[in-house]
């Protein structure tokens, strides 16, 4: 009794391990985190290593994305946004044959035995990287010495986001001047995650041509080189200017005083042709009238 008892129960484990057996499958990839250039092809390697695979194992990818999760092969077809731009080639690898920037996710590989349980899964990581476009730069015209200013260099388009390098009159800019004994003559930083370079207080040695490059792995792209003036505020300058204009107003100032009280306007008024007259002749008196702009002379004979 005892016997027939252990019998059946190594025939049970026997059997649980050949079922086991079938059911072990393992996925490998031979690239978990490809990358790749938009409007290039890709492989998502999803290969079946060890195991013995059932009849008919059913093949699933899965694109996931933060919040949204979406098949891409199911039923035995390429289904949603990657249709008639992806294959199954060699079970169960896919290949995108012309990415696009929003293939960027986690694609997961499943498969299943025939009635529908996991075997295995593996995700792989395709990242898909985009140039960068011509950035937008700003450089003001002209600055005085002293001042400060901000350049700005800016594109969106490149993945991974583009970092920035700005240039003048041809030589790349450091970071930070202060890095660089070249420079000892500026005062600026760089960040070049933000494409913003900042002049605490520019000198004659900051004028010149500027542009800036945005690069990422995927390549790189330059503005157009503008010209920078620092120019000289002088400020002696402009005080000597602004007291020799104030002297000769208060110069003439005096002399129209002087003028005036000497009575040298009261005897100078009548000048030729002016109707303010003081010859005036007796009982005639001088009105205007404003839509004539002329006089009229009216006669009053007084006694
Ligand atoms: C890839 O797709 C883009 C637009 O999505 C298209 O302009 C381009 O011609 C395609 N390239 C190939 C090789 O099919
Ligand atoms: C910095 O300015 C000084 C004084 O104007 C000048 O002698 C020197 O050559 C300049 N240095 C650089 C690196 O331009």
Redesign the pocket.
């Known amino acids: 009794m005892a016997e027939v008892r252990v019998f059946l129960v190594s025939l049970l484990l026997l059997l649980l391990l050949f079922v086991s057996k079938i059911l072990a499958l393992k996925l490998g990839s031979r690239n978990l985190k490809p990358v790749v250039l938009e409007y290039h092809g890709v492989e998502l390697s999803c290969i079946i290593e060890d195991g013995i695979v059932t009849s008919s194992p059913r093949i699933e990818w899965k694109k996931i994305r933060p919040g949204e999760t979406s098949y891409v092969f199911f039923n035995n077809q390429v289904v949603g946004d990657l249709k008639n731009r992806a294959d199954i080639l060699s079970k169960p690898s896919l290949i995108i044959h012309n990415t696009s920037r929003t293939d960027t996710a986690i694609y997961r590989c499943e498969v299943a035995d025939d009635i529908g349980n996991t075997l295995d899964e593996i995700s792989i990581e395709l990242i898909v990287q985009v140039k960068p476009v011509t950035p937008r730069c700003s450089v003001p015209n002209a600055v005085p010495v002293g001042k400060t200013a901000v350049l700005h260099c800016r594109e969106n388009e490149g993945r991974p986001n583009s970092m920035y390098r700005w240039y003048r009159n041809s030589e790349p800019l450091p970071d930070n001047s202060k890095s660089n004994?070249?420079?000892?003559?500026s005062s600026f930083t760089l960040d070049p995650k933000t494409g913003t370079l900042v002049f605490s207080a520019m000198?004659?040695?900051d004028t010149g041509h500027y542009y800036c490059i945005a690069s990422n792995p995927a390549g790189s792209a330059k503005c157009d080189e503008q010209q920078l003036e620092v120019y000289d505020l002088n400020i002696a300058g402009i005080v000597c200017g602004a007291l020799v204009v104030l002297l000769v107003l208060v110069l003439v100032i005096l002399v129209i005083c002087c003028a005036y009280r000497k009575g040298y306007f009261a005897k100078r008024k009548p000048s030729g042709k002016s109707y303010k007259t003081t010859e005036k002749p007796e009982g005639v008196n001088y009105l205007r009238t404003d839509n004539e702009g002329d006089f009229r002379h009216k006669s009053s004979f007084v006694i």
């Open positions: 004994p070249k420079f000892v003559n000198s004659k040695a």
